[in-house]
């Protein structure tokens, strides 16, 4: 055998044994390099083949490809166990560890009560109308039949635009842009936000939101208005709700009325949340006033109908026991996260 054969069998036992040796990706690197590498003797055994005399060469050639082919061939075998051992010990990718749980977002409270009284009031065949934020003095009060000298058309209540438009103080104005589009029957619900000059605090915000009934049809009655009313409390708030309707005042509603829920919290028995009342405020309601009907070019003689508005932080503090409105407002994720 010649000197050439006898260093490469040399060097093929000596690198098997290395590479076999290392436990980590950095000692089988060291035993590639040591083989392979620059200074590897590898690399010193290909220029001292091309030294060799002519008839030795083709021998020594194929011997030493085939160590070579052999050798890599076992440094990526041990590669592959090395990280497969990674996967149990900690090192590299540990296919044990749990999953990280991706964050999602969630509905506000405040959404959460609009999509679910808008659900209800959709059973009962209304549909979704909106309006603009920014509204005319005319669809905010004058159409709606509120007298020039009302107070909620004060500036100090109302927040007006330089061009005289204003922020709307209720959705009741988006009844006007529905009938002055469309002829009778009307049956929807706007819900929206509104904002009113109010100085904030546990039950007041500068802006709020409604939601806006509106049904006008042929002999509508007061009775409808009272059964829309008691079916929306009880799919809202469960079987055992009562509604109870009290006279009131609103200039675009002949006759009015103030609603209420029976407390859900003492079922009408009377406790702080009720001021022992045993009855919670919801928001107004009455018969469109013909004056109203007139105004969008409805004849009052062949049309009658209902209106009713509501406030969503309201029901909103009422159905999840929220105690002050400014915590909707405020961000907190740790707050808003419970819903
Ligand atoms: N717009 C009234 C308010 O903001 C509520 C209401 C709506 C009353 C519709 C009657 C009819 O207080």
């Given at each position: 055998m010649s000197a050439f054969i006898e260093k490469l069998k040399a060097a093929r036992e000596d690198g098997a044994k290395n590479i076999c040796a290392a436990s980590d990706p950095q000692s089988l690197e060291a035993a590639r390099a040591a083989l392979f590498g620059r200074n590897g003797v590898f690399t010193a055994l290909g220029?001292?083949?091309?030294?060799l005399p002519a008839e030795e060469k083709p021998a020594a050639g194929k011997s030493l490809n085939d160590a070579k082919r052999e050798l890599s061939a076992l440094l990526d075998e041990t590669a592959a166990k090395i990280a497969g051992q990674g996967a149990s010990t900690g090192e590299?990718?540990?296919l044990t560890l749990p999953g990280r749980r991706r964050r999602t977002g969630h509905k506000h409270p405040v959404s959460i009560v609009i999509d679910d009284c808008v659900a209800i009031f959709r059973r009962m065949g209304f549909i979704v109308a909106e309006g603009p934020e920014i509204e005319t003095v005319f669809n905010n009060f004058d159409a709606l039949n509120t007298p020039q000298d009302h107070?909620?058309?004060?500036?100090a209540d109302t927040f007006y635009f330089e061009d005289g438009r204003l922020?709307?103080?209720q959705t009741s104005p988006v009844q006007i842009r529905v009938m002055e589009k469309q002829s009778p029957p009307v049956r929807i619900v706007a819900p929206g936000r509104c904002f009113r000059r109010d100085t904030p605090d546990a039950t007041h915000s500068?802006?709020?939101?409604?939601?806006?009934?509106?049904?006008?049809d042929k002999g509508v009655s007061m009775s409808d208005l009272k059964s829309v009313l008691l079916y929306f409390a009880k799919e809202l708030m469960g079987p055992d709700v009562e509604i109870r309707l009290r006279p009131h005042f609103f200039p675009f509603t002949e006759p009015s009325v103030e609603y209420d829920f029976s407390c859900v919290m003492c079922?009408?028995?009377?406790?702080?949340?009720?001021?022992?009342?045993?009855?919670l405020e919801i928001s107004g309601a009455g018969m469109v006033n013909p004056a109203v009907l007139r105004n969008v070019g409805y004849d009052p003689d062949e049309w009658s109908g209902f209106a009713f508005g509501m406030g969503i932080e309201r029901i909103a503090m009422i159905r999840y026991r929220i105690s002050d409105i400014r915590l909707l407002y405020e961000n907190e994720t740790r707050f808003l996260e419970q819903f």
């Open positions: 220029k001292e083949l091309g030294a590299g990718i540990d107070p909620s058309r004060d500036p922020l709307r103080t500068a802006n709020f939101h409604q939601i806006e009934g509106l049904y006008v079922a009408g028995k009377g406790c702080r949340v009720c001021k022992q009342s045993g009855w």
